[in-house]
């Protein structure tokens, strides 16, 4: 089950630099990144309201956010939904003939596991399905 838009996630080369511009544009303070290495980047989040603005930038190269920089250059790179039931929705779209880039979760950012929807199942969005691990 959908319950909400968790994040946007923003493409950036630089996430310390990028998060001095962002933390200007929403009087707030520069979060701590955060490494993820499961998805060979580095994050960092700044709340809005009841949702997340996440930045973005490749650790490593090769990765699927410097191959989007490189095409299409720094940008709002996906949508975020926050699901109850992570590997039911995975199932349910499925079903319903949507394709996804991962469908087994991997660890995300901020302590969730995450599948990601391909682009052509939704139209060129990319969409990031995330579901809070409870430890």
Do not use: W
């Not at 955060?34 to 960092?44: M, W």
């Not at 979760?105 to 990601?116: I, L, M, Q, R, T």
């Amino acid at each position: 089950m959908i319950k909400r838009i968790l994040h946007i996630g923003v493409a950036v080369k630089d996430v310390g630099m990028s998060s001095q511009l962002f933390a200007k544009l929403f009087g707030s303070g520069v979060p701590q990144p955060e490494i993820v290495r499961e998805q060979k980047s580095q994050i960092a989040f700044f709340p809005i309201g009841d949702s997340l603005v996440e930045l973005i930038q490749a650790t490593e190269p090769g990765t699927s956010i410097e191959r989007f920089i490189e095409k299409r250059g720094e940008g709002i790179h996906h949508i975020c939904l926050e699901v109850e039931g992570l590997e039911a929705e995975v199932e349910r779209l499925t079903k319903l003939g949507f394709q996804f880039v991962n469908e087994t979760p991997s660890d995300g950012g901020d302590g969730y596991h995450v599948v990601f929807l391909h682009p052509k199942s939704a139209n060129g969005v990319l969409i990031e399905l995330a579901e809070k691990i409870v430890r």
